[in-house]
Structure formats: C-alpha cells, structure tokens
C-alpha cells in the first residue's frame, strides 16, 4: 500500500526515490527539533498569564463595541461573544485574514502563544468594522 500518494501517480508508482523521499522527511524532522527546543525554554506560566492578558483585552474591547460576553466559569484564552451580524463580521475577519469561528450569533476567538497585542488591534479593528461602528 502506499502511503505517500503526493510522491505517486495514478498507478501507485513512485515519481521520486526513496533517497529523495528520505531527504525531505528528514529536513521536516530538524525543523521540528528546532522548534520544539524554542518551546521548551518558553515559562509555561509567563506565556499564560500573557494569553490571558490578551484574551481579556479583546473582550473588554468587544464590550466597548456593544458586543456581550458569553461565558461559563473562569476566564480562559478562548472568548466567545454575542454579535447581532455574523455575518458581517465574518466578512470583516475574512478581509482582515484573520481566523476565528462564527456560529449562529457568536464569535469565538481563540487567543495563543504567538499571539500579541497587534493581532488582538487587528481583531478589534475587524470587530468593529463588521459591526458598522465608528468608535
């Protein structure tokens, strides 16, 4: 069977050699090596209380906007508004490349690591675009 049908034709039949094949999945390995000895050194704690940070800095910026606030328990780095035009505001997110989920009447944004305070601007500035509010 095979399992690499990006390096196959229609019949199953290789289009490159194995030593090719290799030498890419090789080169994936060292960049994920690389990558997972940045984030060992982040401080798990530093990087959450930044996401949360920001997170709550959204959600007082909906607010402002007139959207309201969803929640059940405690804060976390996901946020999940109430917005009148889903529509709208997806559009605007769309405009803007910026990804979130729409369902029915709300908003979720999901905040993370690589996040920071001009991703959350950009958001805001989608937010109130696809609201039609000029504050």
């Keep these: 069977m095979n399992f690499h049908l990006a390096d196959s034709d229609a019949e199953g039949n290789f289009r490159t050699s ?78 803007a490349q910026i990804k979130a989920r729409f369902i029915e009447d709300r908003l979720r944004v999901g905040v993370h690591g690589f996040n920071d305070d001009d991703d959350i601007d950009r958001a805001l500035a989608a937010l109130r675009a696809g609201l039609g509010n000029a504050r």
């Design 18 to 95: 194995a030593a090719e094949r290799l030498e890419r999945l090789r080169a994936s390995w060292i960049g994920a090596e690389a990558a997972l000895s940045v984030i060992a050194e982040l401080d798990a704690e530093h990087v959450e209380q930044r996401v949360l940070r920001l997170a709550e800095r959204f959600e007082a910026g909906a607010l402002e906007l007139g959207a309201s606030v969803v929640r059940a328990g405690r804060g976390s780095h996901i946020r999940v508004i109430r917005i009148d035009d889903t529509a709208r505001v997806a559009a605007a997110f769309d405009v």
